[in-house]
């Protein structure tokens, strides 16, 4: 028998603007020791659904309209509010997304970790402290936190992302629960990490045989883990199958458009650097920051040294990858060259002209020619200047346009970019993630820039927008002949879009080479690392390579 | 709001509006915003035109008649010395709209450089910056005044500056650490990708980014700028009598609350009109400068 059994459920919102069916009408169901993945982009209720088992929804808004969800014959919906404390103490577990906002920070991880035993509702089952820390440090080392006694007293600052998160494992495991929910748990992790927390998870469930809900907006990387797929869009289920099947002989519209959305192989465009000039060039550059934590004032510990002497040259056309990890010092990187960050030592060179050193009034003409399209659409449009001054901004700064040509020019550049001239006046917040994201894109190229820098443009928005932004930057390099940086974390984006790629890590240049080259021959350990890490939207290979593990 | 006309002869309609316009077209929707307006608009002009319109002069007594309670001669009634109230009160809100908004203006446009300049460069700049406003903080306000009174003499727009000059502290503050926190955001990085100068990202992008707090703080200040006023007055600092002010009145009203209510009463009721006005007003310019409230 299933041990959760979801039908019909029904979740919508009431809100000023009307009802919004955040779930309409979804049922399904999930064994013991197997994995439902729900798949789906933001907005199509997957988080909402399962959020709304465990009472964990905003009420209101939030209104369970109809449903049953019989955890073992149970109704978790209508059971009362000491009942649901039950279940969340004893059966169900959450693992959230990002690992470093849901650990308290003022608490040491053994005390989050032994909370729910010695705190039990149930007076009975409350286990003593030393027992308790017995148990949480067993854990611990089950899910690879190593020296676990010492780190039991550690507090979250002290554990980097992915050991935040196995620490978020164990704390979910240890009540020994029989449905474990896990919200995205590896989205906010690097790429070699998330290999290994999947890992983790399908390890776990296979040797504690609790039934798995698998919340991802990734198909690849459900694919290795998941025996059942769901795919939801817009509070509906779209299809429901063995992973198999959804992968490889779906029917739906929507679900083949997510699979062709994922990128995939090489860059289909040729390369259009067809000279050796050197647009870019980068010599021994470092940025250093002032570690703040560092006691000694000795020279050495004293500076995080986030870019540390690294040259490159960037070929005028080009599109130039740049992968790392998280605090590889890519992003930095990135600021450096467009001396938005201060460098301690090297130059940076554009069109044979040193940048490094100059004041910022001089600096200014250059600015026009170098651009950046930034991470988070959310963050980096001004939300009190509508789309009109946002994109107009840039051009009346640098006199490339009068109040009379100005309304042409700005209408030129949305359909550029693909926004309806219509929305003008709208202020950032009526956009969605990708319309905001074109918006940014409007104003780096509003100047004519001949050099941009496109840090992790992609990585905030949903597969298939992402999709259609990386189409857009690709049709704009084209059209406006333009040469680009590409930071990002994925490896898959990444190979889609660039000519060539340089793998940085902790501040220094680990391998660069043709695209396809390295890819096919990656010479440095921690490449080949890096490359067969990347998840797959395939999953025979996935298992494959989980088992060889 | 006076250039929005001409902007909008220029532009055509699909071009959008600024965040000004915007924000007085969503404000004239907002009836209680519109109603603390008004009521604010007439208290100013009736201060205004006072000499002309208040019916007997502000220092005329009446000792025969002594306190006496509203009537058709004095609508309001008369103080312990026969002087009109109605009169005193059209007088009074002279001295504290003046205080209150002279003021809180010093107060806002010192606080708001001082904050936003501290927290947009940072560093060392800040750290001198903000160490200033602490020692002016640390001295005692009194003493600051009194100071001020003895080297100077007693002049009523000294008064408005050494209040301002106090208020400003708390204000540079609140703004600092808004700007602070947008300082790192992307949009004001990008604004440095731009090549935007230092100056015209605070006013184009961290200001604007600042009003709501600052807008708040506003409403906030001037009656407490009102009320510090009245204690001044009530000390000897600020104004005396016969010349009054709407705190200096509450005063006097409170010591013969028992006998003579109506000398309490009346100078309250203007206190808290101006009050709620302001509170409405502020909230709807808060929300009116805020693209995220809907436009309807």
Redesign the interface.
């Known amino acids: 028998m299933a041990i959760l059994e979801v039908s019909g459920l029904k979740v919508y919102f009431h809100t000023r603007n009307g009802v919004v069916k955040a779930v309409d009408d979804v049922s399904f169901s999930v064994d013991s020791g197997e994995t439902l993945a729900i798949v789906g982009e933001s907005g199509s209720g997957k988080s909402v659904t399962c959020y709304s088992l465990l009472d964990l929804l905003p009420k209101p808004p939030a209104k369970i309209e109809g449903g049953t969800a019989l955890f073992n014959g149970h109704d978790l919906l209508t059971c009362s509010a000491a009942e649901m404390r039950q279940h969340r103490c004893n059966d169900i577990a959450v693992i959230f997304q990002d690992p470093m906002t849901s650990l308290n920070p003022f608490l040491t991880i053994g005390e989050q970790l032994i909370e729910p035993l010695i705190y039990h509702p149930n007076k009975d089952q409350v286990t003593s402290r030393a027992e308790a820390k017995e148990k949480a440090v067993a854990l611990l080392d089950e899910v690879g936190i190593i020296d676990p006694e010492v780190r039991f007293d550690c507090y979250p600052h002290e554990f980097s992302g992915g050991m935040r998160q196995r620490v978020m494992i164990a704390m979910a495991l240890i009540t020994e629960p029989k449905l474990l929910i896990c919200d995205e748990p590896t989205t906010a992790l690097d790429v070699t990490i998330q290999a290994q927390i999947l890992e983790l998870i399908k390890k776990l469930q296979e040797t504690r045989n609790v039934a798995v809900i698998f919340i991802s907006h990734d198909l690849g990387v459900v694919a290795g883990i998941a025996d059942k797929v769901m795919v939801m869009c817009d509070g509906t289920i779209r299809e429901t199958g063995d992973t198999d099947n959804i992968f490889y002989k779906t029917k739906d519209e929507y679900t083949k458009k997510l699979l062709a959305a994922i990128p995939e192989g090489a860059k289909t465009l040729p390369n259009r650097c067809n000279t050796d000039e050197a647009l870019v060039e980068v010599t021994n550059l470092k940025t250093y920051f002032r570690n703040q934590a560092a006691a000694a004032k000795d020279d050495e510990s004293q500076f995080v040294k986030a870019v540390n002497d690294v040259s490159l040259t960037i070929s005028r056309g080009e599109i130039l990858g740049l992968v790392g990890e998280s605090g590889s010092g890519k992003s930095t990187l990135g600021?450096s060259i467009?001396q938005?960050a201060p460098t301690t030592a090297g130059s940076v060179s554009f069109n044979k002209q040193v940048l490094t050193g100059m004041t910022?009034k001089k600096?200014?003409?250059?600015?026009?020619k170098?651009?950046?399209i930034?991470?988070?659409p959310y963050?980096?449009?001004?939300?009190?200047?509508?789309?009109?001054?946002t994109l107009s901004?840039?051009l009346l700064?640098?006199g490339l346009a009068t109040?009379k040509t100005i309304?042409a020019q700005?209408k030129t550049l949305m359909d550029d970019v693909g926004l309806a001239?219509?929305q003008?006046?709208?202020?950032p917040?009526e956009f969605s993630g990708g319309q905001r994201q074109r918006i940014?894109i409007g104003?780096a190229i509003a100047?004519k820039p001949e050099f941009i820098i496109a840090d992790e443009p992609v990585s905030a928005l949903d597969v298939t927008i992402q999709a259609q932004i990386l189409d857009l930057i690709l049709n704009l390099v084209e059209r406006h002949n333009l040469t680009m940086m590409f930071i990002s974390h994925d490896l898959s984006v990444v190979r889609y879009i660039s000519d060539r790629v340089i793998i940085m890590n902790r501040g220094v240049i680990i391998e660069q080479g043709d695209t396809e080259a390295l890819w096919a021959h990656p010479k440095q350990q921690y490449t080949q690392d890096l490359l067969s890490a990347i998840p797959l939207a395939d999953p025979v290979s996935e298992r494959n390579r989980i088992a060889s593990r | 709001m006076n250039n929005s006309s001409s902007e909008t002869t220029v532009m055509p309609d699909d071009q959008g509006t600024s965040l000004w316009q915007d924000a007085w077209i969503k404000l004239s929707k907002n009836r209680l915003a519109l109603f603390g307006l008004a009521v604010l608009v007439t208290l100013i002009l009736v201060s205004l035109l006072t000499p002309l319109i208040a019916p007997y002069g502000y220092e005329e007594q009446n000792l025969d008649m002594g306190a006496t309670a509203p009537s058709l001669q004095h609508w309001l009634g008369t103080d312990i010395f026969g002087r009109d109230m109605l009169t005193r009160i059209m007088y009074g809100g002279r001295v504290s709209l003046m205080v209150g908004f002279i003021a809180t203006a010093v107060a806002l446009v010192i606080g708001i450089l001082w904050g936003a300049t501290a927290g947009f460069f940072g560093g060392r700049l800040d750290a001198v910056m903000m160490r200033i406003v602490d020692v002016l903080y640390a001295l005692p306000f009194m003493i600051f005044i009194i100071l001020l009174m003895v080297v100077f003499g007693r002049n009523i727009l000294l008064l408005f500056l050494a209040i301002g000059a106090v208020e400003w502290l708390t204000m540079a503050r609140i703004v600092r650490s808004q700007v602070m926190s947008l300082r790192n955001q992307e949009f004001v990085e990008a604004a440095h990708s731009l090549g935007l100068s230092q100056w015209t990202i605070i006013r184009r992008h961290i200001i604007p980014n600042t009003l709501g707090p600052v807008i708040v703080y506003t409403t906030l200040t001037i009656p407490s700028v009102m009320l510090l006023e009245a204690f001044l007055s009530f000390l000897g600092l600020g104004i005396q009598p016969p010349e009054s002010s709407w705190g200096l009145l509450i005063n006097y009203g409170v010591e013969t609350m028992e006998e003579f209510p109506w000398l309490l009463i009346f100078p309250g009721i203007a206190l808290s009109l101006t009050l709620f006005a302001l509170n409405f007003l502020g909230d709807g310019l808060r929300d009116a400068l805020d693209p995220r409230t809907s436009k309807d």
């Open positions: 600021r467009l938005l910022p600096l200014v003409p250059w600015r026009q170098m651009q950046m930034f991470q988070d963050a980096s449009l001004n939300p009190r200047m509508t789309v009109f001054e901004e840039p700064y640098h109040q309304a700005v001239q219509a003008l006046r709208k202020y917040h940014a104003r100047t």
